[in-house]
């Protein structure tokens, strides 16, 4: 079994609680599930998290009742623990801690405007519901130790299980079945699943940057996008490696490969701590432009990896985040061309001040042969 650092869950909630006052409410309820197992290592499908100034109220349903003591125990998180069997009881449990709450926090990116009028006319009569953004998200762009080995568990995990099937794309597969292997590798490895829906994009699929598997089969001399990740222990990793069997059948698609190694390159040159997201998209775009293809590289440079796969900071032209050490992001430049398939290279790193640690380790070799 691995043995990670431990994560400073119990911190978490002190952290947001002193956000409440800047946010201009007197408490928070917390509805994304994401953000509640930041905040208290619960896993489950079913919870709602009021903190308040003075303590936390964890609601769930029956079927957590046991899984939310011991994991919020695990976590050493202290909370009021209530089960409700209803939704009326869940009601009631919140009703009662929120009295007195004259500003109630909603997170804005996690209610539906039907919850929102729910909470309004019938659960928080009494208190002003104060839409919120960003709070736990922003406490979760910064990475603590017990963090990084998670997701670096998760990239060793995605780099070994292409090691053991890279071969199979001689073989004849279907995109569907090599993602199909890809997958389970990554799970007998150790992950619990793969982070996203596995990529793999063959030929002239390769030009639509999410391409889904198909049955088409891979053929020789054509590039094949493989993006894909792995999940351990609820964190994700995020890897892209463009392979061909036996070279590319075009200079052009040599070309393209080139260009977006040398991108990429630059890309990750740029991370470190105080550089600005868009600086280090700039970095990426400005080779791929100076190579004659800047309307063929179709979407941002990165994105931050956590607990969801896609999440702060963002690298991309209209980031306004600025890189500190602790952030984890990737660096994925592409080019696209209809005519010759597509071409996209992604490491996920941990910025550090004077660079950063790349996690995802697979080599970038082409040919697979």
């Given at each position: 079994?691995?043995?990670?650092?431990?994560?400073?869950?119990?911190?978490?909630?002190?952290?947001?609680r002193?956000?409440?006052?800047?946010?201009?409410?007197?408490?928070?309820?917390?509805?994304?599930l994401?953000?509640?197992?930041?905040?208290?290592?619960?896993?489950?499908?079913?919870?709602?998290?009021?903190?308040?100034?003075?303590?936390?109220?964890?609601?769930t349903d029956g079927?957590?009742?046991?899984q939310?003591?011991?994991?919020?125990?695990?976590?050493?998180?202290?909370a009021?623990i209530?089960?409700?069997?209803?939704?009326g009881?869940?009601?009631?449990?919140?009703q009662?801690?929120?009295?007195?709450?004259?500003?109630?926090?909603?997170?804005?990116?996690?209610v539906?405007w039907a919850?929102?009028?729910?909470?309004?006319?019938?659960?928080?009569?009494?208190?002003?519901?104060?839409?919120?953004?960003?709070l736990?998200?922003?406490?979760?762009?910064?990475?603590?130790?017990?963090?990084?080995?998670?997701?670096?568990?998760?990239?060793?995990?995605?780099?070994?299980?292409l090691?053991?099937v890279?071969?199979?794309?001689?073989?004849?597969?279907?995109?569907?079945?090599?993602?199909l292997?890809?997958?389970?590798?990554?799970?007998?490895?150790?992950?619990t699943?793969?982070?996203?829906?596995?990529?793999?994009?063959?030929?002239?699929?390769g030009?639509?940057?999410?391409h889904?598997?198909?049955?088409?089969?891979?053929?020789?001399?054509?590039?094949?996008?493989?993006d894909?990740?792995a999940?351990?222990?609820?964190?994700?990793?995020?890897?892209?490696?463009?392979?061909?069997?036996?070279?590319?059948?075009?200079?052009?698609?040599?070309?393209?490969?080139?260009?977006?190694?040398?991108s990429q390159?630059?890309?990750?040159?740029a991370?470190?701590?105080?550089?600005?997201?868009?600086?280090?998209?700039?970095?990426?775009?400005?080779?791929i432009?100076?190579?004659?293809?800047?309307?063929?590289?179709?979407?941002?440079?990165?994105?931050?990896v956590?607990?969801?796969?896609?999440?702060?900071?963002?690298?991309?032209?209209t980031?306004?985040?600025t890189?500190?050490?602790?952030?984890?992001?990737?660096?994925?430049?592409?080019v696209?061309?209809?005519?010759?398939?597509?071409?996209r290279?992604?490491?996920t790193?941990?910025?550090?001040?004077?660079?950063?640690?790349?996690?995802?380790?697979?080599?970038?070799?082409l040919?697979?042969?």
């Open positions: 079994m691995t043995l990670y650092r431990p994560m400073d869950v119990v911190g978490r909630v002190p952290r947001l002193g956000l409440l006052g800047e946010a201009d409410c007197d408490a928070l309820l917390v509805t994304r994401v953000n509640i197992r930041y905040l208290t290592g619960f896993t489950g499908s079913a919870a709602l998290l009021l903190v308040r100034p003075d303590g936390v109220l964890f609601v079927r957590y009742r046991d939310s003591v011991i994991e919020l125990g695990e976590a050493g998180v202290e009021e209530l089960v409700g069997l209803t939704a009881k869940q009601k009631e449990h919140l009662g801690a929120a009295a007195g709450v004259a500003r109630l926090g909603l997170e804005a990116g996690g539906t919850q929102q009028r729910k909470f309004d006319a019938d659960w928080f009569p009494d208190a002003e519901l104060v839409p919120t953004e960003g736990a998200e922003g406490l979760r762009k910064v990475k603590d130790a017990g963090e990084v080995d998670r997701m670096a568990d998760a990239a060793a995990i995605a780099d070994a299980a090691a053991k890279r071969h199979r794309l001689a073989d004849g597969l279907t995109e569907e079945q090599f993602a292997e890809l997958d389970l590798e990554m799970r007998r490895g150790g992950a699943g793969p982070s996203f829906e596995t990529i793999v994009a063959s030929g002239p699929n030009a639509k940057p999410h889904r598997p198909s049955r088409r089969r891979i053929e020789r001399r054509e590039l094949v996008v493989v894909f990740g999940v351990v222990d609820g964190y994700c990793s995020d890897m892209t490696r463009t392979l061909c069997v036996g070279g590319p059948a075009s200079g052009t698609a040599q070309r393209m490969v080139d260009v977006v190694a040398e390159r630059a890309g990750v040159e991370v470190r701590a105080g550089v600005e997201g868009k600086a280090v998209d700039g970095a990426c775009r400005d080779v432009a100076e190579a004659g293809w800047a309307d063929a590289f179709l979407h941002s440079t990165g994105h931050g956590g607990l969801e796969i896609h999440e702060d900071p963002r690298v991309a032209s980031s306004t985040d890189l500190v050490a602790g952030h984890v992001v990737t660096v994925e430049p592409g696209y061309l209809a005519d010759h398939g597509g071409v290279i992604e490491d790193m941990v910025v550090t001040e004077d660079g950063c640690r790349i996690l995802t380790n697979a080599p970038k070799e040919t697979v042969s």
